[in-house]
């Protein structure tokens, strides 16, 4: 009885231990530096006891790679169909440990200022990869520009891309760029593409500026907070996903952001 009473309480001492030291490491987050970097770095502010260490991702840098690699715990920058994508090129299963905000994509111009305006024969930037492409071209069918093949009908479980556009009015030019330069083209082409957080990294507006905007009602592109599966239900990981989608993070994220993103809680 006393060695069984002696390994138990090994056991726990163990245990503790293990959960003394997952709370004393930092956790390695990768984020985009607008506004998920800026989000995370507010939560460090209200929850100090959380050792946040935020990654701030560069033009190349592949989140989801780094996370695979445990260069990072946990990464915050994509959405659902983008991570389903990356799983398939990568051959990873991830977990999916909070769902955050929405970040509306939206078409700008620096020459125009109406899609009436726009000229036959027009150039659109849009993002290169797979899932932020078809997003691309469902906002601009939702605009008039484009219809697509009667087939895309549900944005997050289709992939269109420009061969299945079945009407082109105005002869768009689809032009396929990464989606970080697509702000740099802005002047060179007539219309663009831009994800919300590569807008505001640019000084745009997104509320304000675009010309047409993706709706945020049962818009299957939130953003999320990912982990590895063996980290999903580290003490961490979950202090974290409940801070991100406290009505305080939402209540900063409305204030900071003014429509631009939107907070996926509920207003409280």
């Known amino acids: 009885m006393k060695h069984a009473a002696f390994t138990l309480a090994g056991v726990a001492l163990s245990l503790s231990l293990v959960w003394t030291s997952a709370q004393a490491?930092?956790?390695?987050?990768a984020a985009d530096p607008v506004p998920h970097a800026e989000i995370l770095n507010y939560i460090k502010k209200i929850d100090p006891k959380l050792d946040l260490q935020v990654v701030e991702l560069t033009s190349g840098a592949n989140a989801n790679e780094l996370l695979a690699n445990g260069d990072v715990d946990a990464n915050y920058f994509q959405h659902v169909p983008y991570l389903k994508d990356q799983e398939k090129a990568l051959g990873k299963t991830?977990?999916?440990a909070a769902t955050v905000h929405i970040e509306p994509l939206g078409i700008y111009s620096h020459?125009?200022?109406?899609?009436?305006?726009?000229?036959?024969?027009?150039t659109v930037a849009v993002p290169?990869?797979?899932?932020?492409?078809?997003?691309?071209?469902?906002?601009?069918q939702s605009?008039?520009?484009?219809?697509?093949?009667?087939?895309?009908?549900?944005?997050?479980?289709?992939?269109?891309?420009?061969k299945d556009i079945a009407s082109n009015p105005k002869h768009l030019k689809i032009l396929e760029v990464e989606s970080p330069q697509i702000p740099r083209s802005?002047?060179?082409?007539d219309l663009a593409v831009i994800n919300g957080n590569y807008a505001l990294e640019a000084g745009l507006t997104p509320s304000k500026d675009a010309l047409g905007l993706e709706s945020a009602s049962h818009n299957p592109y939130a953003n999320i907070l990912v982990t590895n599966p063996q980290l999903a239900n580290d003490p961490r990981i979950k202090e974290l996903a409940k801070d991100l989608t406290s009505p305080q993070v939402a209540e900063f994220i409305r204030k900071q952001y003014n429509g631009s993103v939107i907070p996926v809680t509920p207003q409280s």
């Open 25 to 29: 490491a930092a956790l390695r987050v």
């Open 94 to 96: 991830f977990a999916v």
């Open 111 to 122: 020459k125009y200022k109406d899609f009436k305006s726009i000229p036959d024969n027009a």
């Open 128 to 140: 290169n990869n797979a899932t932020n492409l078809s997003r691309a071209l469902f906002l601009l």
């Open 143 to 162: 605009q008039g520009l484009i219809k697509l093949d009667a087939k895309f009908t549900d944005p997050s479980s289709t992939l269109a891309t420009p």
């Open 186 to 189: 802005l002047d060179d082409v």
